[in-house]
């Protein structure tokens, strides 16, 4: 399904997929679920999450909300220029953490753009 839907010439295309959960804790506004447009899931997107935050912070007129996701909670702050900042801490950059199949040099990747 997700395969279908993310393709940009066949349905509504996405890279990512997000639901909205209303929150489980007192400290969260919201919890956010991602999927891969291959159909796997992802623990956060830092795109999304400012997406999300925005129209949290639109909806509700606060500067400051946190964000629930599957590994962490996210503080948002909408800056003096109307940007939204999100704190995803400290990137994994090495290649099990990220995960790759096998053992790289993960600041050369081969990827191909098309």
């Not at 639901?19 to 899931?41: E, I, P, Q, R």
């Not at 939204?84 to 040099?105: F, H, Q, R, V, Y």
């Amino acid at each position: 399904m997700f395969q279908f839907l993310s393709h940009k010439n066949a349905a509504i295309g996405f890279d990512d997929f997000v639901l909205l959960y209303n929150a489980v804790y007192n400290y969260a506004h919201v919890f956010l679920k991602f999927w891969n447009s291959d159909g796997s899931t992802s623990s956060t997107c830092g795109n999304a999450t400012r997406c999300v935050a925005d129209i949290i912070m639109n909806e509700t007129g606060l500067d400051c909300v946190y964000i629930a996701t599957s590994a962490e909670k996210i503080k948002c702050l909408k800056l003096n220029n109307g940007q939204i900042s999100t704190n995803l801490g400290i990137p994994k950059t090495a290649w099990d953490d990220i995960p790759l199949s096998e053992k790289c040099d993960t600041s050369k990747l081969p990827i191909a753009v098309s």
